[in-house]
């Protein structure tokens, strides 16, 4: 049986890292902000129809989405953004189901999940593995790696779910709050883990 894994944190907690030393012990990771942008690569139906509806202002010179442009549209408008989403979520689900008939039935399948507890889709998933770091180590990582200045910073955090809400979800908590190198220790600790739930079925 396929072992769906729920794998989630908060901006800036590290679950990208996770996912990535999941997928190198051989999990497949499926990344629904990844596929959403693939069902809307130049030459797809997904773009053809954001086209149709947004009109061509939204494609940059070489035909493809500007996102940049897309997202000041949709942001503001509810109804502009539900006419977006009622495009790619289903196109998203069509692909994930695809990779999900075509993974062997031993599969770990990592689902990276942001928003996973704010949107309650713990149910969805067999196992829910939590990325967890203090608040102010996540707003010092988006500083540093990604130049988001600590307001900003502090807001995207508290807008998600609070770090309580978070590890209630959880049954597997990957801390994330020290170097790399204690993060593979603690991926290979749970990996096995997974085998034995992937194996039980």
């Given at each position: 049986m396929v072992l769906k894994i729920g794998l989630t944190g908060g901006?800036?907690?590290?679950?990208?890292?996770?996912?990535?030393?999941?997928?190198?012990?051989?999990?497949?990771?499926?990344?629904?902000?990844k596929i959403a942008r693939e069902v809307v690569e130049p030459g797809t139906p997904g773009l053809a129809r954001v086209v149709a509806t947004f009109g061509e202002e939204v494609l940059r010179a070489d035909g493809?989405?500007?996102?940049?442009?897309?997202?000041?549209?949709?942001?503001?408008?509810?109804?502009?953004?539900?006419?977006?989403?009622?495009?790619?979520?289903?196109?998203?689900?069509?692909?994930?189901?695809?990779?999900?008939?075509?993974?062997?039935?031993?599969?770990?399948?990592?689902?990276?999940?942001p928003l996973l507890v704010e949107n309650n889709l713990a149910p969805m998933y067999d196992v829910i593995i939590v990325v967890d770091a203090p608040d102010d180590l996540r707003i010092r990582r988006l500083a540093e790696h990604r130049g988001m200045p600590e307001a900003d910073a502090k807001?995207?955090?508290?807008?998600?779910?609070?770090r309580e809400d978070r590890l209630a979800a959880a049954d597997i908590v990957i801390p994330n709050d020290g170097r790399l190198e204690e993060l593979d220790e603690r991926v290979e600790e749970v990996w096995p883990e997974l085998l034995r739930r992937a194996a039980r079925g």
């Open positions: 901006i800036g907690s590290g679950k990208s890292e996770v996912s990535k030393r999941l997928s190198a012990k051989g999990a497949m990771v499926i990344d629904a902000d493809s989405l500007d996102r940049e442009r897309l997202g000041s549209v949709v942001f503001a408008d509810s109804e502009r953004l539900a006419a977006l989403n009622a495009i790619v979520h289903p196109l998203v689900g069509e692909r994930v189901a695809e990779l999900q008939q075509e993974a062997a039935d031993d599969t770990i399948m990592v689902y990276d999940v807001a995207r955090i508290a807008a998600q779910a609070s």
